[in-house]
């Protein structure tokens, strides 16, 4: 079984309730929108969550999110192919796989497409009490242009797209914090996910980053929230 979620920030105690529920398997998959958390606060922080998760029975499929650091920049991270695309992933944690942005997944037969970073409204607060932040948490030029590329070699035709983000027309503005000033908020790759949108031929379009939960159009952003994968379309 497939199943999907929104933001977890490093506590995955609904998970692990969730798994005991339902009794899963390593065999079944939880697709995470982003913001996992794993890779936040460094050192033995980030390993007690890691061995929480690798005695979970199930398999973590993570999206890359505005509040973790990217694996590819950590050391212990391979690159390998799952589900015909590619995934970092650590040895010592093979439950735990984190999606490259612009890779093609088959996932129950569906072709799906994923996309990660988004800007951090909380970069200065995070600065100021050296918490972590990364200048990578948006995708860069090239990864832009590696999603581009590979929705082109496919026809701009997937099923399913999995994002942290939301393409800037379907922010859910209702939920934005009265303390933020818009203005000030880099959204750029929001507008850039507007324009792939608009190009895109999708049945469905799945993301976190925003802690709500509203469906538009086609589109869904999930939080606290589970799904089976393969019942939402």
């Given at each position: 079984?497939?199943?999907?979620?929104?933001?977890?920030?490093?506590?995955?105690?609904?998970?692990f309730?969730?798994?005991?529920?339902?009794?899963?398997?390593?065999?079944?998959?939880?697709?995470?929108?982003?913001?996992?958390?794993?890779?936040?606060?460094?050192?033995?922080?980030?390993?007690?969550?890691k061995?929480?998760?690798?005695?979970?029975?199930?398999?973590?499929?993570?999206?890359?999110?505005?509040?973790?650091?990217?694996?590819?920049?950590?050391?212990?991270?391979?690159?390998?192919?799952?589900?015909g695309?590619?995934?970092?992933?650590?040895?010592?944690?093979?439950?735990?796989?984190?999606?490259?942005?612009?890779?093609?997944?088959?996932?129950?037969?569906?072709?799906?497409?994923?996309i990660?970073?988004?800007?951090?409204?909380?970069?200065?607060?995070?600065?100021?009490?050296g918490?972590?932040?990364?200048?990578?948490?948006?995708?860069?030029?090239?990864?832009?242009?590696?999603?581009?590329?590979?929705?082109?070699d496919?026809?701009?035709?997937?099923?399913?797209?999995?994002?942290?983000?939301?393409?800037?027309?379907?922010?859910?503005?209702?939920?934005f914090?009265s303390?933020?000033d818009?203005?000030?908020?880099?959204?750029?790759?929001?507008?850039?996910?507007?324009?792939?949108?608009?190009?895109?031929?999708?049945?469905?379009?799945?993301?976190?980053?925003?802690?709500?939960?509203?469906?538009?159009?086609k589109?869904?952003i999930?939080?606290?929230?589970?799904?089976?994968?393969?019942?939402?379309?």
């Open positions: 079984m497939i199943y999907i979620t929104g933001d977890t920030h490093g506590d995955f105690r609904r998970i309730d969730f798994c005991m529920r339902f009794e899963t398997s390593a065999d079944d998959i939880m697709i995470i929108l982003g913001d996992a958390g794993i890779n936040f606060s460094g050192g033995f922080k980030d390993q007690a969550k061995d929480y998760i690798a005695v979970m029975p199930i398999t973590l499929f993570c999206i890359h999110g505005n509040h973790e650091q990217r694996p590819f920049t950590i050391p212990s991270y391979e690159e390998t192919e799952w589900h695309g590619r995934v970092y992933v650590e040895k010592e944690y093979p439950n735990i796989l984190f999606a490259k942005d612009g890779e093609i997944f088959d996932l129950n037969g569906l072709k799906t497409v994923t990660g970073g988004a800007y951090s409204i909380d970069k200065a607060i995070r600065l100021a009490y918490w972590g932040w990364w200048e990578d948490e948006q995708p860069s030029e090239e990864i832009k242009q590696y999603v581009e590329q590979q929705l082109t496919n026809n701009w035709k997937v099923d399913v797209v999995l994002s942290h983000t939301t393409p800037l027309k379907y922010e859910p503005v209702e939920v914090l303390g933020i818009q203005s000030r908020v880099d959204k750029s790759t929001e507008e850039w996910l507007d324009g792939i949108e608009d190009r895109l031929e999708y049945k469905k379009w799945y993301c976190g980053h925003y802690h709500t939960e509203k469906r538009i159009d589109l869904e999930m939080f606290e929230n589970f799904g089976e994968f393969s019942d939402l379309l």
